[in-house]
């Protein structure tokens, strides 16, 4: 079992519709991550919250939108989406260390669920 | 910015085999990880093996082993006696240290399918 649960598994949602995504991580992490995976392309990091800092991609649309209320539950809000964006959707989380230019912090792998897999139609 | 290439789509290999995965990577801090993660065709990603760029000594766990040739700027993934459930997607990837968060989070190359053939 994955320390790291995606609900719903499977989404299928039609342009206009507006719906979230859930990311709960029982592994005690202080960092969660949105990717992206699309058929053929590598994953695209959408979104981190780390040590309460976020950082987005710039490439990535308004219409999604995330929500981090505590360092176990991460939320992607979508809506008004485009066909494109059918994708697989991951969250993952790690345990990261405070500390400034730490050498340390790199060797923990990110946790990964299962993913969503979302179709617009 | 750092940037990971895996140049096979796709690999085949017998049952019983050894395969290895290619990945370059490119970066200029002295400092990163480098990881391997598998996913099967659920969706999951499992991770596999990591090797840090001051590790002496290349990373092995059970039947994986990273090849890492620094100068070259290589971790390629073996995998020895091959199983039928090693079919799946490989994805290589790289982490910076801290000191800016989005460096921390992972850099992924485009993956290898492998399939392991009776």
């Known amino acids: 079992e994955t320390g790291v649960t995606q609900t719903p598994r499977h989404l299928v949602m039609g342009m206009t519709n507006k719906k979230s995504l859930k990311c709960e991580q029982h592994l005690g992490h202080n960092a969660m991550y949105w990717y992206k995976q699309s058929a053929k392309k590598p994953l695209e990091l959408m979104f981190v919250?780390?040590?309460?800092?976020?950082?987005e991609n710039n490439s990535v649309p308004s219409r999604f939108s995330p929500e981090c209320p505590n360092s176990s539950h991460l939320f992607l809000h979508l809506h008004t989406l485009q066909p494109e964006d059918s994708a697989l959707y991951l969250c993952?989380?790690?345990?990261?260390?405070?500390?400034?230019?730490?050498?340390?912090?790199?060797?923990?792998?990110?946790?990964f669920g299962n993913g969503t897999r979302l179709t617009v139609t | 910015a750092q940037k990971i290439t895996q140049t096979q789509p796709g690999m085949f290999v017998q049952e019983k085999e050894a395969v290895t995965l290619d990945c370059t990577y490119d970066?200029?801090?002295?400092?990163?990880?480098l990881f391997w993660y598998k996913q099967p065709s659920s969706g999951e990603m499992i991770f596999l093996i990591y090797?840090?760029?001051?590790?002496?000594q290349n990373a092995t766990e059970g039947r994986y082993s990273l090849n890492f040739q620094k100068a070259r700027k290589s971790a390629n993934l073996v995998i020895s006696a091959s199983q039928l459930g090693d079919s799946a997607m490989y994805f290589c990837?790289?982490?910076?240290?801290?000191?800016?968060?989005?460096?921390?989070?992972?850099?992924f190359g485009s993956g290898t399918r492998l399939q392991v053939q009776p």
């Open positions: 970066t200029s801090d002295p400092s990163y990880g």
């Open positions: 993952t989380s790690s345990h990261e260390v405070e500390l400034i230019a730490s050498n340390i912090d790199y060797n923990s792998p990110l946790h």
């Open positions: 990837a790289m982490r910076l240290p801290s000191g800016d968060t989005g460096r921390r989070a992972l850099t």
């Open positions: 090797q840090g760029s001051y590790d002496q």
């Open positions: 919250y780390s040590l309460e800092e976020r950082v």
